[in-house]
């Protein structure tokens, strides 16, 4: 079975300090693994994918298979970033649905 | 707003009724996706359509609840007998074809069982 682990439900960092946010999952196969993220009063929305290897508003996160983790993280926090961050896993390209985990809050403090 | 849209947005019920909620996905995806989410989890898959197909059912779906996409466009979820247990917010998403991964999700209902 399918499983994401997000260790942190709450993660408060200074603006302009570097941000990790932890994703473990498990899975015996290849998944395909994604970041969601929800900005206050607005929609669940994809940060970024790891086959795309592309950086989005400056978050990166690069799969880990021998770790199985797929850490996101930015070399420095803004505002806008605090949201609740969603790691997500589908167990083929072009499946069907996804995995989700429970979620971390980041604030950023100005 | 030309996202996708889901009616009503809250909902009040008492125990042992049934409700009914819709999506309109936006119009040219043909996938549909039903999830719900309840406090201090992430979405959970419910069930998946591709156009009026419904191809994929979680084990979460019990026979209480049954989804619809009648014309391969707009789709309801029907909740009969609702248990307290059923309190959560129901969120539909939508993607286009061969593009799974990239769901578009709508506002979302938030049950609330009394």
């Known amino acids: 079975a399918q499983r994401v682990t997000q260790p942190e439900k709450l993660l408060s960092v200074f603006k302009g300090a570097p941000v990790e946010l932890k994703c473990n999952y498990s899975?015996?196969?290849?998944?395909?693994l994604f970041w969601y993220v929800q900005y206050s009063r607005q929609r669940l929305q994809l940060l970024l994918r790891h086959i795309s290897r592309e950086s989005i508003k400056g978050f990166t996160a690069d799969l880990n298979k021998g770790e199985t983790s797929f850490h996101l993280k930015k070399p420095f926090a803004q505002e806008e970033d605090s949201a609740m961050y969603y790691c997500?896993?589908?167990?083929?390209?072009?499946?069907?649905?996804?995995?989700f985990g429970t979620g971390t809050r980041l604030t950023v403090i100005p | 707003d030309t996202g996708v849209s889901q009616d009503p947005r809250h909902k009040i019920t008492k125990r042992g009724q049934n409700v009914t909620f819709r999506c309109d996905p936006i119009?040219?995806?043909?996938?549909l996706y039903w999830y719900r989410q309840t406090l201090g989890q992430g979405p959970e898959f419910l069930t998946y359509?591709?156009?009026?197909?419904?191809?994929?059912k979680s084990r979460l779906l019990s026979d209480r609840f049954s989804a619809e996409r009648p014309k391969g466009s707009f789709s309801t979820l029907e909740i009969q007998r609702t248990e307290q247990g059923d309190s959560a917010m129901y969120l539909c998403?939508?993607?286009?074809?061969?593009?799974?991964?990239?769901?578009?999700f709508g506002s979302g209902t938030q049950l609330s069982v009394l």
């Open positions: 998403a939508s993607s286009l074809p061969g593009g799974g991964e990239k769901l578009f």
């Open positions: 899975y015996s196969g290849s998944p395909e």
């Open positions: 119009s040219e995806h043909n996938r």
């Open positions: 359509f591709q156009n009026e197909a419904q191809l994929e």
């Open positions: 997500a896993l589908t167990r083929q390209t072009g499946a069907n649905n996804l995995f």
